[in-house]
């Protein structure tokens, strides 16, 4: 068993140093990391869907994250159903999880390392802000006109 872990981490560091996009190399970074995340792959496309629980008082969410090559992930909460219009929420409740301009995803980066991290955070965060009406986590000034990016 730890002969494998040693050679998939062989591989991760492989394809990290070419910079070179890979769609197993996001499964099985997901499937190390996040387990409870199950995967659909068909063509070009992963859809990862999971749990997740920002703390351990909070509700467990269920989440789906769409990847294709370059383009940004989308992620959306499956479970429970979002309040109608919730703040960093675009269209057809994809989770603004960064601005734009202030990080730019490329297909070198990993799903496990940013975009998990970066959602149960957005969960955490729409937690309090269900409590409170505030939203207490990063945000990016919205000077330019909002739309949906992909």
């Not at 991290?117 to 269900?130: D, G, P, Q, S």
Request: with cysteine.
């Amino acid at each position: 068993m730890e002969n494998q872990f040693q050679l998939q981490m062989a591989f991760l560091v492989i394809y990290f140093k070419k910079k070179k996009y890979n769609i197993d190399l996001q499964i099985l970074a997901m499937k190390q990391n996040y387990p409870q995340f199950k995967y659909k792959k068909v063509g070009d496309l992963i859809t990862f869907i999971g749990d997740l629980q920002a703390k351990p008082e909070l509700p467990i969410y269920t989440v789906s994250i769409q990847y294709r090559g370059a383009s940004q992930p989308i992620v959306k909460v499956l479970n429970p159903q979002l309040v109608e219009r919730p703040p960093h929420v675009y269209s057809e409740n994809k989770l603004c999880l960064y601005h734009p301009k202030n990080f730019v995803w490329k297909k070198e980066k990993l799903i496990a390392k940013e975009i998990v991290e970066w959602t149960a955070a957005w969960i955490y965060f729409y937690e309090v802000w269900l409590e409170n009406g505030k939203w207490f986590g990063p945000e990016a000034s919205h000077n330019i006109e909002k739309q949906d990016y992909e």
